[in-house]
């Protein structure tokens, strides 16, 4: 079945970086759209980042500029560099699967968090101030 496990959040301060990992397996990377969603206390989820099998990515306008979503198939793992963090940034990060990115720009790219089928159980981000 379709496994996905984040590692790498932790506490920085405002500026800094944290690279996030989410290690894939159950499913053919071929079609596959990837994407990162971030959930502070008391609100929505809401998506960051994805990318398509091809290498095709998009995001948030609140992070774009500052965070690069990649992807590595020969290990089966997605990434998520975080540079110049804010105290904004801070939430649990998940990562979420499901077949074909859709066209067009961000928030389009990606489409609704509920057309993601498969999420980990997320790492916590803390920027501090």
């Known amino acids: 079945q379709v496994q996905l ?3 790498g959040g932790g506490s920085v301060q405002a500026g800094g970086s944290l690279r996030l990992s989410c290690a894939a397996s159950g499913y053919s990377y071929s079609g596959a759209c990837m994407g990162w969603f971030r959930q502070a206390p008391g609100k929505e989820r809401e998506g ?3 990318i ?3 290498g095709s990515a998009s995001y948030a306008d609140s992070v774009k500029g500052r965070f690069t979503i990649s992807q590595d198939n020969a ?3 997605l990434y998520l ?3 110049s963090l804010k105290p904004e940034d801070t939430g649990m990060y998940h990562c979420a699967f499901r077949y074909g990115c859709y066209s067009g720009a961000w928030p389009s790219f990606a489409g609704d968090k509920a057309d993601f ?3 980990g159980q997320g ?3 803390t920027v501090s101030s």
Do not use: C
């Open 117 to 119: 089928g498969y999420w």
């Open 52 to 54: 398509d099998s091809d």
């Open 123 to 125: 790492t916590q981000v």
């Open 75 to 77: 290990k089966n793992t």
């Open 48 to 50: 960051v980042a994805a």
């Open 81 to 83: 560099q975080m540079n």
């Open 5 to 7: 496990v984040e590692s």
